[in-house]
């Protein structure tokens, strides 16, 4: 893989988890890092609960990637509401 395709495969990420964002109740700690993280490891939970069906752009399947970082935000915010409220 060369150096663009690494940073297109980080665009993409990063996009794919700014979608999720939008339509789940969490929302992404952080800038767009952060977000290239959740998109990242969000396409890996996708892909390993659905598999890689749909568009793919840059090596990213799409509709899991957007799947699996939605699930991902909605986990991570229910963990961070968690510890937020046991510190009240």
Request: aromatic share 12%; charged share 5%.
């Amino acid at each position: 893989m060369t150096i663009l395709g690494i940073i297109l495969y980080c665009i993409i990420a990063a996009v794919c988890a700014w979608i999720a964002d939008y339509f789940t109740p969490g929302t992404i700690p952080g800038g767009f890092l952060t977000s290239v993280v959740f998109g990242i490891i969000g396409a890996w939970i996708g892909t390993s609960l659905m598999g890689a069906f749909g568009p793919s752009l840059a090596g990213v399947p799409l509709l899991p990637a957007i799947i699996g970082s939605a699930i991902l935000i909605f986990v991570v915010a229910l963990i961070g509401r968690g510890f937020y409220r046991e510190r009240l």
